[in-house]
């Protein structure tokens, strides 16, 4: 078999007689990969802080190099010698293998094997936006032809011209490169596949048409093998740079640096999965998901354009198809702060601060912190636009999100280097209330949704629960640099908000909480999962939420793969409706962090990992941004690689299933945790802590939980959990004498939800009492863990099995119903 490697896209080229990288095989299986079958329906992205791949598991793409798709429907064929049948290659794709360095692509064909290697570089020059590589392994010579539709067109909302002007420059070689020139003279970009023959190319006198473009590859294993063939593409902005003189220097330059790009984006993130926190648990998968959020997260790290100065977070890509939006790949304010607490836990702090500096550089003059930010928004008049201050909520998780940078790292320097800009953001907090009841409202943008039925909200409990925060957050800020007064107003503003709140959005008849307040007592009772942010910063909660809680839990909320937005009882819901039914994991991050902190833990482990393993689900290794609330399936209109879908696989396990709270000031770190009663033992490395960070072990010993921070004697270990205490520098936290453990998996794709789910669990001393909820006549399976031998471990409501080292099979069967049905198990000794 001969082998070649073909250089596509970008910075990666190498010449014709260069030979064929060697992978370092180590470094190789120092990241995660995930390796599956190619789904030609499923997207996969590619993203860099200058480009994008963006395509289907076919194989076929489209290149950004932004804020330009410069090209879309890449697409090959192989005509191969004595076979009078022309191959779609992208019909053949046969397996992806996905890490976060790069993702591969291979085509399978009784005469040939392609590889599709495609990276986005993280370092390289300002035109590097994406690479790939294709490896052949051919029995015939064949004729390659890479087809692809021209774009050149810049991402929403700016405008461009028609379709572009391609013109094939013939170099002294019998070679040459594609220019796709605008009607202005000032941008355009080059293609060049060194060795290849232009395909289709009209000429002017033709009438005119939209044809793709293509570059045609004669391939011989005897004479071709290890040898490079690049596709290279560059862009220029300016009339100097679009000559063809000039593309011809700028595709040289991209040449000299091809040979290190593959193994500096290696190393890259070798090196930035090596410097932050990572999970060491009996869960495999969950280990894996926790590193693919954080990888996920730092590949939606994009430069701004025209300067390139800036880096910031965007919201989420998938392929733009026929238009110009990737998704949501550009800036958004609440995104991006929701999101930050995932990246402060796991120690990133300079892109927490890059992403402040962004959107303060942003912030209106009267403090308010913006919603929207396009990649092209210098090119329009974006202030004109409905998008920049169309939300509300980023101005108050704007001191939410920097407080708890200060809790983690410690850093009152930096807090006072911006604190004009917070104490801005936090006069337009207080001074927007419209109806007068002390509560930041939506009169200066939406709260969380966008659209409701019958009409859009006044206040809604969202806004409202992070305004109670955010005011205990401020005060927090306000004392670490000195402000006393404001500290105190602020956290006395805090403790009236919160007794509005019960006035206000509390509902008796239905132990519940309103969805929002329109004033004069009149409320919008539907029932929904906003109050669930009340538990995020674990610094507040609802007084009267446990009936609520228990309707998250259970099939009403929460399906098989995360929670709807609202009740399926309510009259508006339609589960494929952005905010009326659909499942996001957003939400499901929020809910599982509140049911760990409002003792919960069952249900917020089960929501947890629905969020950890749609890592596996659609784009590999990314989590999606929302699903049918009906049927497993994603909606076709969701990003696939989603900012904060991510970043509620990291929340969740640090914050609520490990029950991790900082503060570096008083060198304490509280934690509080709720492992899975089949894990005996996890480690947790490389937890930020101020200046430094530590390993935290967590062991089971008999009927206690035993958590150490390993080689940082200085650090004060606490925790909420009772009774718990410090003894020889190891935090001992008891544990019940009984523990449930329940299986969490997601179901097949199409299907309903027919899982089992868990309101609510009351440890006693001599008892264990759970309430369950599955299908009505099934039978299901859950365990309980001896902590302590015991005798006389028994229950009436369900079946016990044999024991394997303290563990019991139980077996419940439910009554009969065509719904779902509640059953009640108690165990004693």
């Given at each position: 078999?001969?082998?070649?490697?073909?250089?596509?896209?970008?910075?990666?080229?190498?010449?014709?007689?260069?030979?064929?990288?060697?992978?370092?095989?180590?470094?190789?299986?120092?990241?995660?990969?995930?390796s599956?079958?190619?789904?030609?329906?499923?997207?996969f992205?590619?993203?860099?802080?200058?480009?994008?791949?963006?395509?289907?598991?076919?194989?076929g793409?489209?290149?950004w190099?932004?804020p330009w798709?410069?090209?879309?429907?890449?697409?090959?064929?192989?005509?191969?010698?004595d076979?009078?049948?022309?191959?779609?290659?992208?019909?053949?794709?046969?397996?992806i293998?996905?890490?976060?360095?790069k993702?591969?692509?291979?085509?399978?064909?009784?005469?040939?094997t392609?590889?599709?290697?495609?990276l986005?570089?993280?370092?390289?020059p300002?035109?590097?936006?994406?690479?790939?590589?294709?490896?052949?392994?051919?029995?015939?010579?064949?004729?390659?032809?890479?087809t692809?539709?021209?774009i050149m067109?810049?991402?929403w909302?700016a405008?461009?011209d028609?379709?572009?002007?391609?013109?094939?420059?013939?170099?002294?070689?019998?070679?040459g490169?594609?220019?796709?020139h605008?009607?202005?003279?000032?941008?355009?970009?080059?293609?060049e596949?060194?060795?290849?023959?232009?395909?289709?190319?009209?000429p002017?006198?033709?009438?005119?048409?939209?044809?793709?473009?293509?570059?045609?590859?004669?391939?011989d294993?005897?004479?071709?093998?290890?040898?490079?063939?690049p596709?290279?593409m560059?862009?220029?902005n300016s009339?100097?740079?679009?000559?063809k003189?000039?593309?011809?220097?700028?595709?040289?330059?991209?040449?000299?640096?091809?040979?290190?790009?593959?193994?500096?984006n290696?190393?890259?993130?070798?090196?930035?999965?090596?410097q932050?926190?990572?999970?060491?648990?009996?869960d495999?998968n969950?280990?894996?998901?926790?590193?693919?959020?954080?990888?996920s997260i730092?590949?939606?790290?994009?430069?701004?354009t025209?300067?390139?100065?800036?880096?910031?977070?965007?919201?989420?890509?998938?392929?733009?198809?026929?238009?110009?939006r990737?998704?949501?790949?550009?800036?958004?304010g609440?995104?991006?702060?929701?999101?930050?607490?995932a990246?402060?836990?796991?120690?990133?702090?300079g892109?927490?601060?890059?992403e402040?500096?962004?959107l303060?550089?942003r912030?209106?003059?009267?403090?308010k912190?913006?919603?929207?930010?396009?990649?092209?928004?210098?090119?329009?008049?974006?202030?004109?636009?409905?998008?920049q201050w169309?939300?509300?909520?980023?101005?108050v998780?704007?001191p939410?999100?920097?407080?708890d940078?200060?809790?983690?790292?410690?850093?009152?320097?930096?807090?006072?280097?911006i604190?004009?800009?917070?104490?801005?953001?936090?006069?337009?907090?207080?001074s927007?209330?419209?109806?007068?009841?002390?509560?930041y409202?939506?009169?200066?943008?939406?709260?969380?949704?966008?659209?409701?039925?019958p009409?859009m909200?006044?206040?809604?409990?969202?806004?409202?629960?992070?305004d109670?925060q955010?005011?205990?957050?401020?005060?927090?800020?306000?004392r670490?640099?000195?402000h006393?007064?404001?500290?105190?107003?602020?956290?006395?503003?805090?403790?009236?908000?919160?007794?509005t709140?019960?006035?206000?959005?509390?509902?008796?008849?239905?132990?519940?909480?309103?969805f929002?307040?329109?004033?004069?007592?009149?409320?919008?009772?539907?029932?929904?999962?906003?109050?669930?942010v009340?538990?995020?910063?674990?610094?507040?909660?609802?007084?009267?939420?446990d009936?609520?809680?228990q309707?998250?839990?259970?099939?009403?909320?929460?399906?098989?793969?995360?929670?709807?937005?609202?009740?399926?009882?309510?009259?508006?819901?339609d589960?494929?409706s952005?905010?009326?039914g659909s499942?996001?994991?957003l939400?499901?991050?929020?809910?599982?962090?509140?049911?760990?902190?409002?003792?919960h833990?069952?249900?917020?482990y089960?929501?947890?990992?629905?969020?950890?393993?749609?890592t596996?689900?659609?784009?590999?290794?990314?989590?999606t941004?929302?699903?049918?609330g009906?049927?497993?399936?994603?909606?076709g209109?969701s990003?696939?690689?989603?900012?904060?879908?991510?970043?509620?696989?990291?929340?969740?396990?640090?914050?609520?299933l490990?029950?991790?709270?900082?503060?570096?000031?008083?060198?304490?770190?509280?934690?509080?945790?709720?492992?899975p009663?089949?894990?005996?033992?996890?480690t947790?490395?490389?937890?930020?802590?101020?200046?430094?960070?530590?390993?935290?072990?967590?062991?089971?010993?008999?009927?206690?939980?035993?958590?150490?921070?390993?080689?940082?004697?200085?650090?004060?270990?606490?925790s909420?959990?009772?009774?718990?205490?410090?003894?020889?520098?190891?935090?001992?936290i008891?544990?019940?004498?009984v523990e449930?453990?329940?299986?969490?998996?997601?179901?097949?794709?199409?299907?309903?939800?027919?899982?089992?789910?868990?309101?609510?669990?009351q440890?006693?001393?001599?008892s264990?009492?759970?309430?369950?909820?599955?299908?009505g006549?099934?039978?299901?399976?859950?365990?309980?863990?001896e902590?302590?031998?015991?005798h006389?471990?028994?229950t009436?409501?369900a079946?016990?099995?044999?024991?394997?080292?303290?563990?019991?099979?139980?077996?419940?069967?439910?009554?009969?119903?065509?719904?779902?049905?509640?059953?009640t198990?108690?165990l004693?000794w």
């Open positions: 078999m001969k082998k070649i490697l073909l250089g596509l896209m970008c910075a990666c080229t190498a010449l014709a007689q260069a030979q064929t990288p060697t992978p370092d095989m180590k470094a190789e299986k120092a990241l995660p990969l995930i599956r079958e190619a789904v030609a329906s499923k997207p992205s590619v993203l860099g802080p200058r480009g994008a791949l963006l395509g289907q598991q076919d194989g793409y489209e290149a190099i932004f798709k410069i090209l879309g429907n890449m697409r090959l064929s192989v005509n191969m010698q076979y009078p049948v022309p191959i779609s290659v992208n019909a053949h794709a046969a397996a293998d996905v890490q976060p360095d993702t591969t692509i291979t085509y399978s064909h009784a005469n040939f392609i590889r599709q290697i495609m986005a570089p993280k370092t390289g300002q035109n590097a936006g994406a690479l790939v590589f294709y490896q052949f392994e051919a029995i015939r010579p064949m004729t390659i032809t890479f692809f539709d021209p067109q810049r991402m909302p405008p461009s028609d379709r572009p002007s391609p013109e094939w420059v013939k170099d002294a070689g019998g070679s490169f594609y220019i796709l605008e009607n202005l003279p000032d941008q355009a970009a080059a293609l596949l060194p060795g290849a023959e232009p395909g289709i190319l009209p002017y006198q033709e009438r005119a048409a939209a044809s793709p473009l293509q570059f045609v590859l004669h391939f294993p005897k004479r071709d093998t290890g040898k490079m063939f596709l290279l560059t862009f220029a009339k100097t740079e679009t000559s003189e000039a593309f011809g220097q700028s595709l040289a330059a991209l040449n000299a640096q091809s040979s290190s790009i593959l193994d500096s290696r190393n890259y993130y070798r090196s930035f999965l090596a932050h926190t990572a999970i060491e648990t009996p495999a969950l280990n894996t998901a926790f590193a693919w959020a954080e990888a730092d590949q939606l790290r994009v430069k701004t025209p300067d390139l100065k800036e880096e910031a977070l965007t919201a989420g890509f998938v392929g733009s198809g026929d238009v110009a990737p998704g949501f790949g550009w800036f958004f609440r995104d991006s702060l929701w999101s930050l607490y990246v402060n836990s796991y120690g990133d702090f892109t927490t601060k890059e402040i500096a962004f303060l550089h912030q209106r003059d009267d403090g912190i913006m919603h929207e930010w396009s990649q092209t928004a210098n090119l329009v008049d974006w202030k004109s636009l409905p998008y169309a939300s509300s909520d980023a101005t998780l704007l939410m999100a920097v407080n940078y200060l809790k983690i790292s410690g850093d009152r320097q930096y807090v006072a280097s604190w004009p800009n917070l104490e801005r953001a936090w006069k337009f907090e207080t927007h209330d419209s109806d007068g009841d002390g509560i409202d939506n009169a200066e943008g939406t709260g969380w949704v966008e659209s409701w039925v009409k909200p006044r206040q809604e409990i969202y806004l409202a629960a992070l109670q955010a005011s205990t957050a401020f005060s927090s800020l306000a670490s640099t000195g006393d007064q404001l500290a105190t107003d602020a956290q006395q503003r805090a403790e009236r908000i919160g007794k709140i019960e006035k206000e959005y509390y509902l008796t008849a239905s132990n519940s909480y309103a929002s307040w329109e004033g004069n007592g009149r409320t919008d009772d539907t029932a929904t999962i906003f109050p669930s009340a538990w995020w910063d674990d610094t507040y909660r609802l007084q009267h939420a009936p609520l809680l309707r998250w839990a259970s099939s009403e909320f929460s399906t098989d793969w995360g929670t709807r937005i609202l009740s399926d009882r309510a009259s508006i819901y589960p494929i952005y905010h009326q499942v996001w994991p939400f499901t991050g929020w809910v599982s962090v509140a049911e760990y902190r409002a003792g833990p069952l249900s917020g089960a929501h947890l990992m629905q969020n950890a393993h749609l596996w689900s659609q784009d590999l290794g990314n989590t941004e929302l699903l049918s009906q049927f497993y399936q994603v909606l209109r990003t696939a690689h989603q900012l904060w879908s991510s970043a509620m696989v990291i929340s969740p396990v640090l914050r609520g490990f029950g991790l709270e900082w503060d570096a000031a008083d060198n304490t770190l509280t934690v509080t945790p709720h492992l009663a089949d894990w005996t033992e996890a947790i490395r490389r937890v930020p802590f101020g200046d430094r960070s530590v390993d935290l072990t967590f062991r089971r010993q008999g009927r206690e939980l035993v958590v150490e921070a390993n080689g940082d004697a200085k650090l004060h270990l606490a909420h959990a009772e009774k718990a205490h410090v003894e020889g520098g190891r935090l001992r008891p544990l019940p004498a449930a453990a329940i299986a969490a998996e997601l179901p097949e794709v199409g299907a309903e939800t027919r899982q089992m789910k868990v309101l609510a669990e440890y006693g001393e001599h264990l009492q759970l309430r369950l909820s599955a299908p006549g099934s039978t299901q399976q859950l365990a309980v863990r902590n302590t031998p015991l006389g471990l028994t009436k409501d079946q016990m099995g044999t024991p394997t080292r303290g563990v019991w099979p139980l077996e419940v069967k439910f009554p009969d119903g065509a719904d779902y049905t509640d059953k198990v108690v004693t």
